[in-house]
């Protein structure tokens, strides 16, 4: 049973954009930080963001500052996150993930020995 889902995935052409969205059925996202990762053909599992509505805190990774942003609304339980100006290496499965927030006013870590519950992944490819 999957705790999280991620959807919005596809294909676009180079400095176009997609938007994801992770959401969950079982727990309320604002309770937890929510991660965001990726993984491109023969290469490891990336993490490129975090978010946390309990500690205030958003990091990315330097692959994807500037372009990536992740946002959220709490009414619909919904995490959002927005690509911009997608390059060819941002090909890659990308997946969703949930685990337990740190305080407040510390920064959330986007490493998977930090989340607990996985999304299926959602493939986005970036090809002219």
């Known amino acids: 049973q999957l705790h999280v889902v991620e959807s919005g995935g596809g294909l676009v052409q180079p400095g176009g954009s997609l938007r994801l969205s992770c959401t969950s059925s079982q727990f309320t996202l604002d309770y937890y930080v929510i991660g965001w990762f990726r993984q491109a053909p023969g290469k490891e599992r990336e993490g490129i963001s975090c978010f946390s509505v309990s500690s205030g805190s958003t990091n990315y990774a330097d692959s994807v500052k500037g372009r990536f942003t992740v946002s959220r609304d709490s009414a619909k339980n919904t995490v959002y996150l927005q690509m911009n100006s997608l390059k060819p290496e941002d090909t890659a499965v990308y997946y969703c993930?949930?685990?337990?927030?740190?305080?407040?006013?510390?920064?959330?870590?986007?490493?998977?020995?930090?989340?607990?519950?996985w999304g299926q992944g959602t493939q986005v490819t970036v090809s002219s």
């Open positions: 993930a949930a685990g337990s927030p740190p305080a407040w006013g510390r920064q959330c870590r986007y490493t998977s020995q930090e989340y607990s519950y």
